[in-house]
C-alpha cells in the first residue's frame, strides 16, 4: 500500500536534461522529507537530493549541485528530479526515498550516452 513509483528515466545525450518524477501513496506525503537516490553500476548507492516536507529546504550531492534541481508538489503526492547538463558519470538507477519511514521505489534508469 505504501509506494513509490518512479518514472521518467531513459535515454538521454550528454548535455542534455531529463526530469524523473516519483508518485507517492499510502501515507502523509506533505508531511515527509523526500529524496533521490542513484546507484552506478559497480558503485555504492549514493544520495542526490533532499527535500524538506514542504520544499523549503533542499540539499544536493557536490557531484549534481547546480545541475539538478529536487521540488515537490503536494497536491500530486509526487517529488520530481530535473537534471540539466547530464554526463555519463550521471548514468545510474535512480531512486526516490522517503527516508523517515524507509520506503523506496523500484528504481528508474538513466542512461547517458551519446
Known amino acids: 500500500q505504501v509506494q513509490l513509483v518512479e518514472s521518467g528515466g531513459g535515454l538521454v545525450q550528454p548535455g542534455g536534461s531529463l526530469r524523473l518524477s516519483c508518485a507517492a501513496s499510502g501515507f502523509t506525503f506533505s508531511m515527509y522529507a523526500m529524496r533521490w537516490y542513484r546507484q552506478a553500476p559497480g558503485k555504492e548507492r549514493e544520495l542526490v537530493a533532499h527535500i524538506s516536507s514542504f520544499g523549503a529546504t533542499r540539499n544536493y550531492a557536490d557531484s549534481v549541485k547546480g545541475r539538478f534541481t529536487i521540488s515537490r508538489d503536494n497536491a500530486k503526492n509526487t517529488v520530481y528530479l530535473q537534471m540539466n547538463s547530464l554526463k555519463s558519470d550521471d548514468t545510474a538507477v535512480y531512486y526516490c526515498?522517503?527516508?523517515?519511514?524507509?520506503?523506496w521505489g523500484k528504481g528508474t534508469l538513466v542512461t547517458v550516452s551519446s
Open positions: 526515498n522517503a527516508p523517515s519511514i524507509d520506503v
